[in-house]
């Protein structure tokens, strides 16, 4: 037996084919234990002949932290836990003075009906947490229409409140271990089809005239109608979240940062049934009387995906104006369009100052998207001639393949688009066009490599910045 290894032994180091077969084998099936080890080991520890699962230590964020099953909550999916977080929010609201409280949500299925948070609060959501929303729309209030909308956003009069609803609250915290806030959506999208809902549906979560807030390490799912709203809110940050809504699932939109100001969306990942996120702020006439802009908003590292429609948008409801954003690092795939933005006569307001920087498109149908004739009016009484402002748009950085068309930026004699510059763009395109870009009634100009070839609208840079040649008209 000794012999017969040697020989092994010595074939194998005689020949370099299989001696390097042997080790890379070894190697790569070293590492796939080690890995797989490691990974068990993360997710459990072992305790004689089982294996038990590691259980992630909730941390104290606020010096009071309270349980739901202090207040009678059940986690078994079907027991109504609606009072049991109106008891547990209504202790906190009393404890802002000592630096509120935070209410933790441990692992299992806490059905409930929507309810109202307060200010001073931390909302934990533990690994393996789900708040579900109850189907039973009766449960669900009604609220009156936003005042920058004028009625609900599918149909007139007021709409369906939100399952987590805030309103002037001020240090707001909803968290966790990536917790699930589940809204139980398919019924609102059943009903909404066949046009059996006599109101607009309920978002799954909206805070409205508020401030300092962070939504942070939450998968948000199935939500009936916006995911996640913020109205006329100050100094929010939205970091980590997963939102995941079926991509027939009618109108779930992402994230709707909508009259917000400082507001911060980063490391998100979105695959949505609309827009993954939509910066609005009001509709037509009831936007312009309201008059609360959207402003100072980055969005940054995110990954999205929207099959039927965009990755980012701004708009079509912008009346109130957006200005001073900023959307860096994203990546769009599988998607309609990439970035967007759309608005119409009769919006009035404003979108200008909007930066792109290093967007990364992926199976895309059309990259960059400017519409100035898109959307439809809350009633008869808007101003046809209240006309939106499109100027000074940037990209710097587009790149992707698979993409049908690049850029389509249709301006209008009314709406002409100002001040547009693409800077650095090498998109591989799915088929060949004539009008690869497409564009009309645009003022602006490109720099530096541009693939594929810019429309004859805008004026060309090199990249030192030295003009290569002038525009034709764009009309």
């Known amino acids: 037996m000794a012999r017969q290894r040697g020989d092994l032994r010595r074939i194998l180091s005689s020949t370099p084919l299989l001696r390097s077969f042997a080790f890379r084998r070894c190697f790569y099936l070293s590492w796939l234990i080690a890995f797989s080890v490691l990974f068990i080991y993360q997710r459990f520890k072992f305790t004689g002949y089982t294996f038990k699962r590691v259980v992630r230590p909730i941390p104290r964020l606020r010096p009071h932290v309270f349980n739901l099953t202090e207040f009678g909550g059940v986690a078994d999916g079907k027991t109504l836990n609606t009072e049991a977080f109106k008891r547990a929010v209504d202790v906190i609201s009393r404890l802002g003075k000592?630096?509120?409280?935070?209410?933790?949500?441990a692992e299992g299925v806490w059905l409930t009906a929507p309810f109202n948070l307060t200010s001073h609060m931390t909302l934990f959501l533990a690994e393996d947490a789900v708040i579900l929303g109850v189907e039973d729309e009766s449960l669900w209030e009604l609220m009156p229409a936003l005042p920058s909308y004028g009625r609900g956003?599918?149909?007139?009069?007021?709409?369906?409140?939100?399952?987590?609803?805030?309103?002037?609250?001020?240090?707001?915290?909803?968290?966790?271990?990536?917790?699930?806030?589940d809204g139980q959506g398919e019924i609102w999208w059943k009903k909404h089809r066949r046009k059996e809902l006599k109101y607009t549906r309920g978002r799954l979560i909206q805070?409205?005239?508020?401030?300092?807030?962070e939504i942070s390490h939450i998968t948000l799912r199935n939500s009936p109608f916006w995911t996640l709203h913020p109205f006329n809110c100050s100094n929010v940050t939205v970091r980590g979240l997963t939102i995941i809504n079926p991509v027939n699932a009618p109108n779930t939109d992402g994230i709707n940062p909508d009259s917000c100001r400082d507001m911060l969306i980063e490391n998100c990942y979105i695959s949505v049934g609309d827009d993954s996120v939509?910066?609005?702020?009001?509709?037509?006439?009831?936007?312009?009387d309201y008059g609360r802009p959207s402003a100072n908003i980055c969005i940054r590292n995110c990954t999205v995906h929207s099959p039927i429609s965009a990755g980012v948008s701004i708009g079509s409801e912008m009346s109130g104006g957006v200005t001073n954003v900023s959307v860096e690092n994203l990546l769009v795939w599988g998607s309609r369009r990439g970035v967007r933005i759309k608005t119409t006569p009769g919006r009035g307001g404003y979108i200008t100052n909007v930066r792109y920087r290093n967007l990364t498109l992926e199976n895309v149908r059309v990259g960059i998207v400017?519409?100035?004739?898109?959307?439809d009016h809350p009633d008869e009484n808007f101003d046809i001639h209240a006309l939106p402002v499109v100027e000074n748009i940037s990209f710097d950085?587009?790149?992707?393949?698979?993409?049908?068309?690049?850029?389509?930026?249709?301006?209008s004699p009314e709406v002409p688009v100002k001040g547009l510059e693409i800077k650095n763009m090498n998109v591989g395109v799915t088929r060949k066009k004539k009008h690869i870009f497409?564009?009309?009634?645009?003022?602006?100009?490109?720099?530096?490599?541009i693939y594929p070839q810019p429309c004859e609208e805008l004026d060309r840079y090199d990249s030192d910045g030295l003009e290569s040649s002038k525009a034709s008209s764009s009309a």
Not at 278 to 288: C, L, N, P, R
Request: glycine share 18%.
């Open 153 to 181: 956003r599918e149909l007139p009069g007021p709409r369906y409140g939100s399952l987590i609803h805030g309103q002037y609250l001020q240090d707001l915290v909803i968290t966790g271990h990536n917790g699930t806030i």
């Open 438 to 449: 497409q564009c009309s009634f645009l003022q602006g100009r490109v720099i530096g490599k």
């Open 370 to 375: 400017i519409k100035t004739d898109y959307g």
């Open 98 to 105: 000592d630096g509120g409280g935070q209410l933790n949500v």
């Open 278 to 288: 939509a910066i609005k702020s009001g509709w037509d006439q009831y936007g312009i």
């Open 207 to 213: 805070l409205m005239w508020s401030k300092d807030v």
């Open 397 to 411: 950085g587009v790149y992707g393949r698979d993409v049908r068309i690049p850029v389509r930026i249709y301006g």
